[in-house]
Structure formats: C-alpha cells, structure tokens
C-alpha cells in the first residue's frame, strides 16, 4: 500500500514481418506503456505508421463530429456490436450525409429565427411612434429620419438648416420622427447633415406597410412558422440519433483501436528489416506478457525483461537487476545484424516508471485526493492509506454529531453508487462514507444528534449508567476543562502526524541516498520535534506553560490516562536531543536552520481541530437555543427546553434553574414557530455545508501542507498501456 506496484522495462524484438502481429497481441495484453524511441541509436529510426493510419483517422475525426452535432453519449450506446470495415464505409458515408444535411437545415433555420427575433426587437420604437410603416419612407421631395433626441434640440437643429424650407416632428415618448422639405439644390443628405449636430441617434426604417403592430404580428407569425420548421428538424435528428448512436459510438471505438494500432510503429525503433519496441509492465505480469507473445508469434520474437525498477543508493532513476539481453549495452537486431546506441544505452530512454497506486478497494477512493496534488512519484511512498487512516477521523472528531454522520453516509453512498461512469465523483462518494461514518461514531461518543444531547441522557446515562457521554465537546461553563483538553489532543495528533511525515522522509532518504542524508535532512528533524515537546510536556516549564497541558491526562483530567507530564531529568534530555537535532541540520542542511522552529509552530496548526469542533459545536447549539430556549443549571450547566421552558428558582429534572438563555421560538405563538421551524431546518442544513467548507478544508490542509510537506513531492506518470477497455464493440 505505501509503495506502487513494481514495474518493469521490458523490449519486443522481432523481424518486421512479424510487427503487425506483434502490435495486435500487445494491444490485446492492455499491458504495455510503451516508450517513445528517442533517436538515440545509430541505424535505427522511428516506425511508419501502417498503411491505413491516415483514413481511419479521418473517420474518427467524422464520427465524432457527427457525435457532437447529434449530442451522443455513452448512454445511448445500446448493446455491443461487432463493426465491419465494409458496414463502417457504407452506414457511416449515409449517417454522414443525412446528418450534414439535416445539420446544415437546422442552422439555417436558427439563423433565421435570430433574425426575426432581431426584427421583431428593432420594432418597439415604432410601435411608441404610433406611425404606419410605409408612411415613414419612399417620397420624392421629403427626407424622413426617426430616432432619439431632444426635440427642441432637433428643431432647433431643422430650422438653423439652410436646406430645409419646411419641416414637421412627430414624437411619441421616446421616439420622434422628422419630415423635411429639402431646396432644390440640396443634397440627399441634408436632413442627415442638419441632425448631427442635434445629437439624434437615427433608426433603420423597415422596409413594410401598415402599422408597426401589423408588422410584428406577420413577424411573429413567420417567427411561428420557423420555429416549427426547427421542431420539425430536430425531430429527425433525435431519430437519426436514435438509429445512428450506437453504430457511431462502436465505429468510434472501433476507429480508436484502429488509429492506435496503425500509429503504434511510431513509438518503435526499426531498421530496415526488424524493430525493437520498449515500455514499461507490472513486474507481476512479465510472465504473462511473454507467454501471450511466444504463443501468438513464436521464436520470431524475443523478448526481454531490462530493469526491474527500484530504489537506488545514490540517487539514480532505477536500479537495472535484469542485464540487458544481447551485447551489454548492444541492442540485437532481429534481422542478425547489430545496433550499436549512443554511449552504450540500453534502452532508447531512461524514463520513470508509471504508478500504479497499489491500494486495497476501502482505501482506493483516498487516492483522488493524493492525485490534487499530485500522482505520487514512483520513488516516494504513497500516502493514501495515512489519508485513509487520519482524513475521516480529523473530519469526524470535529463535526461529531450521530444526524449530521447519517447524512454524510447517506450523500456518499448516492455519490457512491450512482457514479459508475465517473470515478471521481465515485471516490468522492467513497470518502464522504468514511467522513460520514467516522463523524457517526463520534456523534455516539458526543452523546449528540444534531446537536441535542439526547443520545447522552437516553444512552450513555439511561441504558449504560454514566453520568455523560464519554466525551463532551466543552461548550457549557460545567464542561469547558474538555475544550482545553481538545487543545492538548489536537497537539498530540499533530506531534503523531507529523513524526509518520518525517519517518517517511527519513526512508525515503535512507533508500535514495544513504544513512547520513536520512540523519541529516530527516533525522534531524525528527530530533527536533520529538525533542521539544517532550521538553514542553515535562517539568522543566510547568510553571510557565498552560496548566491544562499536564492535567488532561492525569488521573483527575477529562482523559484520565495517568499522565502529568515527564519529569525535570526527561524534559532536559528532550532539551538536548532537540539541540543535537539543530546542530545535525545545520551540518546537513546550513539554510534550514532558520526554520528550526517550524517543529513548534507547524504542531501548534493542529489546534485548528478542536477550534473547528468548538466552532460547528457552537453553531449548531445556537440553532437549537433559538428553537428550543436553552436554561442554566446550578451546576453550570445548559440544557435545551425540550419539554417547555422552566423558571428561575424551579427544580426541573434534577437541576435548580439559575438563569434562561433564551425562551426558545417553540414557546410561543404559531408565527414564532413558524419562524422557529425555518431557523431550525435553514440553521442545520446551513452548519451541515459548512461542515464540509470548514471541517473539511481544515482537515485537508493539514494533510497537504503540514503532512505531505514533510516527504511528499508527487510528480508520477500516469500507467497508460497500449491498449483498450472495449465497451460497444466485441471481437466475438
């Protein structure tokens, strides 16, 4: 789980008679990532693709824009079906042409229906005029322009005009329209002229008769006419989409497959008469890859197993266990000549190996949020499982309610199981079960559901006999030693949390380099962390330090453990290792030292947790204090009016009432519950979302900048094999 699985370089070497056959066994095996040829032998170059490379892909190209203009996707698939190459020529030329057709018929229709609506817009103006159409242009001896402006502006504009011998305004409320006798000698554009500087904004008159309002409804009309048109072509494309969608989804499967076995020489380093292709396979799996070839090809292909990849001591990629077959650094030609490389290289390219995560199915989901970052390296360990392990348990410690815990199971098992297709949204649901269930659990361990302690005095003090729940959040002045107890916890997990980051490099280190880098660049580090907060949990600075740090978990603290705090001697000790921890950092690594005391402030981020608990703790009990009314007790204790709101000085179930926070909407009149239920609902659902957006978040930063900083860098390649998940087309 902490490492990917192990992968190794293998290379087919064969006669090139035999490299289509090659091509389609390893294509079968979906096992292959196979390595681009990098040029760096003499005598070899990249592949051609296979005659037929450039058609099927055009027909990809074909088929998925047809899938595009039909809106095509896999749940139109229908069963599977076996696609001929003749069935693929004919159906898709005949799928091609009815849908262009229709396509091109439907576009035109929209365009216009666009501008009709344009038409039908452009007419308000008019329709304020009030003026018949065709009386707004065609004369001989007047201009006419209609628009905006000011109408003494106009006029004025008209008159000053020496041009203009007559002149008539008509306006409506927004819009006017200005006839103009011109001179005989004047210009075609003399009213145009004479507005301009009048600050009159012209409109198109529209070449039509009648009212504005006649206008609009022929328009709208036509409009009508278009729109059923456009039904009418959409109709026949559904139905086309109907008939067509799971041909072109099986051609396009077929295509892929296709286009990826023609090009597949690409990637191969070839001579005239052999080639040699290399890639990357699960160790695992060599065996049966080397079976499968032997069986389909026989003895005119070998293949070999280079490097099975690993760690190194001083640094490098990967270490190559398996010498190379042939000539020590020689690739054998398949044709029984010899291709020398460039330096002697083995393989065309040392790149990285893919990764893949290597997790069981509970922690698979986490591996989403390892992937935000970043797909983990080959080299490093893979933090999934810590996710698994911490994420769900920080969200729930701090959301800890029993209802809001059932309603996060219940959104990820929807998320879960109705996202097949979608494997994110799949793992996310799968996260959002664990969050849930962690978040139930704790609920239980609260005594709360919604933030009501019911399960407290039902439970934990009705069946099991305790006098409350086994934990208590810390809000009420009776209990407020559990929220500085929270505050300790949260440091505690800090410290555990970070030690895992830091142990983590430490191997990492150990693996990749050597023993000193690991003491010096991991070691250290872990002197220092460990070293000062022993100091700070000892005697040493018991007076100076907080009290609740050394009664939490004493014999009389909310977690009676038994612990005090270490001795004068122990804390000392820790003094020294967290000095030794400073010195080995500076020797290691000098330009470090200077955030020496990240090990304090980076633990002391933690306490985030129990500010978030107190924080959704107190949202949810405000909610419920404007629904229910809350009291005190004599005892310092808040309690929810549940069966009504008692007085001051009253004995009610046990307790004296000294005081009443709030009376509780439910106590009134019906317009105060009213209002009280929307609080109650709107107030839940609110705390619930901001679970996520706070818990949440919270608990995802601790992980990515206090945890994975320690050790993680990420950068890993994606496991793509040559290959294909057929899921409309089958071979049988």
Do not use: C
Request: proline share 4%.
């Amino acid at each position: 789980m902490l490492r990917p699985e192990q992968m190794s370089k293998v290379s087919v070497t064969g006669s090139k008679r035999v490299m289509d056959p090659v091509v389609e066994t390893v294509h079968d095996l979906n096992l292959l990532h196979v390595t681009e040829y990098d040029n760096s032998w003499d005598g070899f170059s990249p592949g051609d693709p296979v005659e037929g490379a450039e058609s099927a892909s055009d027909k990809l190209v074909t088929v998925r824009s047809l899938e595009s203009i039909l809106d095509v996707d896999e749940e139109d698939a229908g069963p599977t079906r076996i696609v001929t190459d003749d069935a693929l020529e004919a159906e898709l030329e005949e799928i091609r042409t009815e849908v262009n057709e229709l396509d091109d018929e439907r576009q035109r229709l929209r365009q216009q229906l666009r501008d009709l609506e344009e038409r039908i817009g452009t007419m308000e103006p008019f329709e304020d005029l009030g003026i018949d159409l065709d009386l707004l242009s065609g004369y001989d001896t007047i201009d006419v322009a209609v628009g905006y402006g000011k109408r003494d502006v106009v006029e004025r504009a008209v008159v000053d005009a020496d041009d203009l011998v007559d002149y008539e305004i008509y306006s409506g409320d927004q819009t006017m329209a200005v006839f103009a006798r011109p001179t005989d000698d004047a210009d075609d554009s003399a009213l145009t002229d004479a507005l301009v500087s009048a600050d009159f904004t012209s409109l198109e008159v529209p070449d039509a008769e009648g009212s504005p309002e006649e206008y609009v409804r022929e328009l709208e009309h036509e409009k009508q006419q278009v729109r059923s048109e456009l039904e009418s072509v959409e109709d026949k494309l559904e139905n086309t989409k109907l008939d067509a969608a799971g041909f072109l989804l099986a051609a396009e499967e077929k295509l892929s497959i296709d286009v990826q076995k023609t090009e597949a020489p690409l990637s191969f380093a070839t001579t005239e008469n052999a080639f040699i292709a290399e890639g990357w396979i699960p160790s695992a799996r060599f065996t049966e890859f080397k079976s499968a070839l032997k069986e389909d090809i026989g003895e005119h292909v070998q293949v070999e197993e280079l490097e099975r990849a690993t760690f190194s001591k001083d640094g490098t990629d990967h270490v190559r266990e398996q010498p190379a077959g042939g000539n020590g650094g020689t690739p054998a030609a398949a044709d029984g000549g010899e291709a020398r490389a460039d330096g002697g290289a083995v393989v065309m390219d040392d790149d990285d190996p893919p990764t893949i995560q290597d997790n069981p199915g509970a922690v698979k989901p986490f591996e989403v949020l390892v992937q935000a970052v970043s797909r983990p390296s080959y080299y490093e360990f893979d933090p999934t499982v810590i996710l698994f392990l911490t994420f769900p348990a920080f969200f729930g410690f701090m959301i800890g309610d029993l209802g809001y815990g059932l309603i996060y199971t219940a959104i990820g098992y929807f998320l879960y199981t109705s996202f097949d297709d979608r494997p994110a949204f799949k793992s996310m649901g799968g996260i959002t079960i664990a969050a849930g269930l962690f978040t139930t659990l704790f609920g239980i361990l609260y005594g709360e559901i919604f933030g009501l302690h019911l399960i407290a005095s039902y439970f934990w003090e009705g069946v099991v006999g305790l006098s409350h729940a086994p934990i208590e959040k810390g809000l009420s002045p009776a209990t407020s030693e559990w929220a500085l107890g929270w505050l300790v916890v949260s440091v505690v997990l800090g410290i555990i949390h970070l030690n895992i980051g830091w142990i983590f490099d430490f191997f990492e280190n150990l693996e990749l380099h050597d023993a000193k880098h690991a003491v010096y660049e991991s070691g250290s580090w872990l002197l220092m962390l460990n070293g000062l907060w022993v100091l700070i949990f000892s005697d040493v600075i018991s007076g100076t330090a907080p009290e609740f740090l050394y009664t939490t978990f004493s014999a009389e603290g909310v977690l009676p453990l038994g612990f005090a705090g270490f001795s004068a001697t122990v804390g000392w000790v820790g003094f020294g290792v967290f000095v030794l921890g400073v010195v080995l950092l500076a020797i290691g690594e000098p330009i470090e030292v200077v955030e020496f005391l990240n090990v304090l402030v980076n633990v002391l981020s933690y306490t985030r947790i129990a500010a978030v608990l107190l924080a959704k703790a107190g949202m949810a009990f405000t909610v419920n204090l404007l629904f229910f009314g809350v009291y005190v007790d004599s005892k310092g204790g808040w309690h929810f009016g549940l069966g009504g709101m008692p007085q001051v000085g009253e004995m009610y179930h046990g307790y004296e009432v000294v005081d009443v926070l709030f009376g509780g909407l439910v106590h009134g009149g019906a317009a105060t519950v009213l209002v009280g239920l929307l609080v109650l609902v709107i107030g839940h659902l609110l705390v619930l979302a901001l679970g996520v957006t706070s818990a949440g978040l919270q608990a995802v930063r601790l992980e990515y900048v206090e945890f994975f900083n320690k050790f993680y860098e990420g950068g890993g390649r994606d496991y793509e094999p040559f290959g294909y998940d057929r899921k409309f087309t089958t071979e049988d």
